[in-house]
C-alpha cells in the first residue's frame, strides 16, 4: 500500500482518521484498516549529535591552534569541515537557548543568565511559546531525543523539586535528560537529575568518579539502547558536558601531562598560540596578534611567588579540556562501532562563549572567594599553601584573567564580552560523511549559534513548523549552512548579526564590525559610564581578521550607520531596553521575578532535598533560628538534621555520634563549630540553634547558640560568613547532605540521618524566645506558605 509524506508545519501531526467503510464484523473480507505507522522523519534524515563544550576559548583547542591536546577534534576535523568564524552570544546561558531555538537570544528571552532575570521580554529567561525549540520538533516528527549535561535555561524560580517542568529539558523536546540544572558543576560532587528526579552519583571521588566521564557513559548507554530497540529511527543527542566550565577538575594524569610547558607565562603562549594559528590557517597569513589590554596585567608584573600556582592553574585547565575531547571521543567511537557515524551530523562546537576570565586577575582556589566579594581573603600565601589541591576534589579553582586571554588569541576580551571576538568565536567542527563529500577543509563564512537548529532541519528535509501544540510559530532567525558544506567559496548568507550582553555590544554586517565594551567581566560593580558615552570602534574584518586597527575615527559615516543599524536590530529582537544593572539584577523584587520563598518562616519536611539557593529561605547576614523535629531510635542516632550548601561554604545542624551539632563552613577554609556534651536519647525532640548576627554590615560573624527541647546545650562564635552566595550548585537536604559534605565531621554517603527527620523550620530574626515551636505554630507557618 502506497504511503504519504504526513503534513509537518502543524506539529504534533494530527492522526490518520479512517473514512473508509466501517463493517460489523472484523471477519468480514471487506475490512480492511492500514497498519498503524509511528511518525518517522523523511526519508535519509540522519541522526543528530550536537557537542557544546563550556567556556573554551578560540584559542585553546589544538584543532584551532591552541596548545591543549584536543585529538578527537582534529580527528573529525580532518574527515569533516572546520569553521573558524562561527560565533555565539559570549555567554551560556543566551548561548545555549539560540542554539536550541533557531533564534536570537532576546527573542527567546534569554538576554542574560536565568539568575538576572528581568520582566523585561528579551531578558525574562521565559522562552515564549512561540519559540518551539529544536528538539520539540525534532520529537514531533520521529526522532529520539535525549540530552546529557549542563542545562542553564530553566527559570530559577522553576528549578524546585515541584517544577513547574515545561523549561526542563524534558518539557522542552527531550525524550530523555540526564545531568545539572544551572549554570557549573562540581566534576567531582555534582548535583544530578534523570528527568526531573534527583539522583546521585554511584561512586565517590576516590574512587574514580568524574562526571564528565558519567554524562559520557549514560549518553553511550543511551544510544545503545536506541539503536537497539528503534533501527528506523533517528536519534538527536545534546551532548553539552559543562565542561571546561569552572569548577576545572580533572585527574593529576591528564593535568601533570602539561607540566612545565605553561611556566613562560600567558603573554609568550600567545604569541605561541598566534604562530600555530596561521600556520594551521585557522586563521590567514595577514592576521595580526591584538594587544594585550590595559586591563590584565602582564606575566613579567605577576609576583614571582604566585607563578607556580599560575603555571599550575592552566595545566589543569588544559588537561581537563584533553580530558573532555577524550570524552567526547568515546562517545563517537561508539557511534563507530554502532554502524551509524557515518551518517550522523556531527556538531562540535568547541565553546558557548569565550575563555572566562571570571577567575580573577590572580585566579581562585574557590570561586565562592569572588562570589562573596571576599577576594582579600585569598592571599598570595593562602594560594601557594594550596597549590597541590589544584583541580582536585578539596578545590573549587579557576585560573587567572591572563590565562583566559590567552585562550581568545588571537582576538580581544574574552566571555561576556559580546563586542569583540574574544568573547563570541568559537571554532566549530562539523562532520558528516554521508552528508558532504568535503574532507579536512576550513570555511570561513560567517555564521552564529542560531545557524544550527535550521541546518539541521534542512538536513533532515523537515521544515521549520507553522503551528506547535496550537500555537503560531515565530520565524527562524538562523541561517541554515548546508550550502557552505561542499562550496568553500559560497557567498555568505548570514550577512547581519547583532551582538549583546551585559551592554557589551555590536553589530556585523558584510565584513564589517561597530562595537562597544561596556564593562569588564572581573569588575563586578556596574560601569560608571552611561550606555550613551560608550566609546565605538570600527572594523573592517574582510581585511582586518581580528579587529586590530578601529577605522571609527576615519570612517564616522560609516560608524554612525552600523550604530544605527545595531539600534534597528536591537529593536527588532528585544534587546531594548539596555540594562547594566548588577546588583539590582540580583534582586528578585528589583528585577520583577518570581520568587517561591515569601516571607520570614519557611518549614521543610523531612525526605525534601535538592533544593537551591532560589528555593530556600535567605538567612544571610540577619539573625536567624533553625529547628528540627526528629525521632531518635532506641539504639541513639546520629547523621545530618538540615544541610545547606557543601565543602566550599554552607552550614548544618547535625547529630556527631548522637551529640547535637553545628557547623558554618566559611569558604572551606575554616568551619566554626557549636556542639553538645550529650548524645540525645530516644524519643522525640526538637533541636534547635540560634544565631544571633552581629552586623551591621555583609558577612559578619556571630554567636550560634545549640539547644534541645529548649535548653541550652552549646555555645560558640562564628568569625564571619559568607555573604552572598554558598553555592551555584549545592543545595539544601533535610536528613542528609548530598553532593559534597559542610562538615568534616562526616562523609556525603554517611550522612544520612539515622532517626527521623519530621520536619525544619528556618526563621529570620529571633524575636520569639520559645525555643520549642508548638503544632499550632507548625500549621499556622504551613498554611501561610500555601
Not at 473480507?29 to 492500514?34: A, E, H, I, N, S
Not at 567556556?55 to 569533516?80: H, I, K, M, Q, Y
Not at 598566534?274 to 597569513?285: D, H, L, N, T
Not at 565531621?745 to 529570620?764: A, C, E, I, R
Request: glycine residues 10%.
Amino acid at each position: 500500500m502506497a504511503t504519504h509524506e504526513p503534513p509537518r508545519t502543524h506539529l504534533p501531526i494530527p492522526d490518520p482518521v479512517h473514512v473508509g467503510l466501517t463493517t460489523f464484523d472484523a471477519k468480514d473480507p471487506d475490512t480492511v484498516f492500514p497498519p498503524i505507522q509511528d511518525i518517522r522523519p523523511p526519508r535519509g534524515a540522519p541522526n543528530v549529535l550536537i557537542v557544546l563544550l563550556d567556556d573554551v576559548g578560540f584559542g585553546a583547542s589544538s584543532a584551532f591552534g591552541g596548545p591543549c591536546a584536543t585529538p578527537v577534534a582534529e580527528r573529525l576535523a580532518a574527515n569533516g569541515l572546520s569553521y573558524s568564524r562561527f560565533h555565539t552570544t559570549a555567554l551560556c546561558s543566551p548561548s545555549r537557548q539560540a542554539l536550541l531555538t533557531g533564534r536570537n537570544h532576546h527573542s527567546v528571552g534569554m538576554g542574560g543568565i536565568t539568575e538576572i532575570a528581568t520582566s523585561a521580554p528579551g531578558y525574562s529567561s521565559v522562552r515564549p511559546k512561540a519559540t518551539a525549540p529544536l528538539p520539540e520538533t525534532l520529537r514531533l516528527n520521529g526522532y529520539s531525543t535525549a540530552q546529557f549535561g549542563k542545562c542553564h535555561e530553566v527559570p530559577t524560580w522553576h528549578t524546585s523539586p515541584m517544577g513547574p517542568f515545561d523549561m526542563w529539558p524534558t518539557g522542552s523536546g527531550f525524550d530523555h535528560f540526564y545531568g545539572f540544572i544551572g549554570g557549573e558543576a562540581n566534576q567531582w560532587f555534582p548535583t544530578l537529575y534523570e528527568g526531573t528526579t534527583p539522583v546521585e552519583p554511584d561512586r565517590t571521588p576516590d574512587q574514580g568518579y568524574h562526571l564528565t566521564e558519567d554524562l559520557t557513559n549514560k549518553a553511550i548507554g543511551w544510544v545503545r539502547q536506541q539503536r537497539s530497540l528503534m533501527t528506523d529511527k533517528p536519534f538527536f543527542m545534546y551532548f553539552a558536558p559543562g565542561a571546561t566550565h569552572a569548577p576545572h577538575h580533572v585527574a593529576p594524569e591528564w593535568s601533570d601531562k602539561y607540566k612545565g610547558r605553561f611556566d613562560a607565562g600567558w603573554d609568550a603562549l600567545r604569541e605561541e598560540t598566534f604562530e600555530r594559528q596561521k600556520a594551521s590557517g585557522v586563521i590567514p597569513p595577514n592576521a595580526e596578534l591584538t594587544p594585550r589590554q590595559d586591563e590584565i596585567p602582564a606575566w613579567d608584573d605577576m609576583p614571582g611567588e604566585l607563578k607556580p600556582v599560575l603555571a599550575r592553574q592552566m595545566e589543569i585547565y588544559a588537561g581537563f579540556l584533553e580530558h573532555t575531547d577524550h570524552n567526547v571521543g568515546r562517545l563517537v567511537d561508539a557511534l563507530d562501532d554502532l554502524g551509524v557515524l557515518e551518517d550522523t551530523l556531527i556538531y562540535y562546537v568547541i565553546g558557548d562563549n569565550g575563555a572566562s576570565a571570571e577567575g580573577q586577575i590572580n585566579g581562585t582556589f574557590n570561586a565562592n572567594f569572588f562570589y562573596n566579594g571576599a577576594e582579600e581573603m585569598e592571599t598570595v600565601e593562602f594560594m601557594v599553601g594550596h597549590t597541590d589541591e589544584f583541580g582536585g576534589p578539596d578545590a573549587y579553582n579557576h585560573y587567572a584573567v591572563g590565562w583566559a586571554f590567552a585562550m581568545c588569541s588571537p582576538y580581544q576580551w574574552s566571555k561576556q564580552v559580546a563586542s569583540h571576538f574574544g568573547g563570541t568565536r568559537n571554532g566549530t567542527i562539523v562532520h558528516w560523511p554521508n552528508g558532504f563529500t568535503a574532507r579536512g577543509e576550513l570555511r570561513d563564512q560567517f555564521h552564529h549559534v542560531i545557524d544550527i537548529a535550521p541546518t539541521v532541519l534542512e538536513a533532515a528535509g523537515i521544515p521549520h513548523p507553522l503551528f506547535v501544540h496550537g500555537i503560531q510559530q515565530r520565524p527562524i532567525e538562523g541561517v541554515s549552512m548546508v550550502y557552505t558544506f561542499d562550496d568553500a567559496l559560497a557567498a555568505e548568507r548570514h550577512e547581519t548579526q547583532y551582538f549583546e550582553l551585559g551592554c557589551n555590544r555590536g553589530i556585523y554586517h558584510k565584513g564589517w564590525t561597530a562595537v562597544t565594551k561596556h564593562a569588564t567581566p572581573w569588575i563586578s560593580q556596574s560601569s560608571n559610564t552611561a550606555l550613551d558615552d560608550d566609546v565605538w570602534e570600527l572594523y573592517d574584518t574582510n581585511v582586518d581578521w581580528t579587529q586590530a586597527h578601529d577605522l571609527a575615527a576615519e570612517q564616522p559615516a560609516r560608524l554612525a550607520a552600523m550604530q544605527r543599524q545595531f539600534l534597528i536590530e536591537a529593536t527588532k529582537y528585544n534587546v531594548l531596553p539596555l540594562d547594566d544593572r548588577r546588583v539590582e539584577r540580583l534582586n528578585s523584587d528589583s528585577a520583577g521575578r518570581p520568587v517561591l520563598v515569601k516571607g520570614t518562616s519557611q518549614l521543610l519536611f523531612g525526605g525534601m532535598g535538592r533544593l537551591t539557593e532560589h528555593t530556600v529561605l535567605n538567612l544571610k547576614n540577619k539573625s536567624h533560628a533553625i529547628t528540627a523535629d526528629i525521632d531518635v531510635p532506641d539504639a541513639g542516632a546520629t547523621g545530618v538534621l538540615v544541610a545547606q550548601g557543601g565543602q566550599f561554604g554552607g552550614w548544618c545542624v547535625y547529630l556527631d555520634d548522637g551529640v547535637p551539632a553545628y557547623c558554618y563552613n566559611l569558604f572551606g577554609a575554616e568551619r566554626f563549630k557549636v556542639k553538645g556534651t550529650q548524645p540525645v536519647g530516644a524519643g522525640h525532640h526538637q533541636v534547635r540553634v540560634e544565631f544571633a548576627y552581629a552586623g551591621p554590615g555583609l558577612g559578619k560573624g556571630g554567636e550560634a547558640v545549640v539547644f534541645l527541647d529548649g535548653a541550652e546545650v552549646g555555645r560558640g562564635h562564628v568569625g564571619a560568613t559568607q555573604a552572598f552566595l554558598f553555592s551555584y550548585d549545592e543545595t539544601c537536604d533535610i536528613g542528609r547532605d548530598d553532593a559534597s559534605p559542610v562538615s568534616d565531621d562526616y562523609t556525603s554517603p554517611g550522612s544520612k540521618f539515622t532517626g527521623t527527620v519530621n520536619w525544619v523550620q528556618l526563621d529570620q530574626g529571633t524575636d520569639d524566645q520559645d525555643h520549642l515551636i508548638s503544632p499550632e505554630e507548625r500549621l499556622r507557618v504551613a498554611m501561610a506558605r500555601q
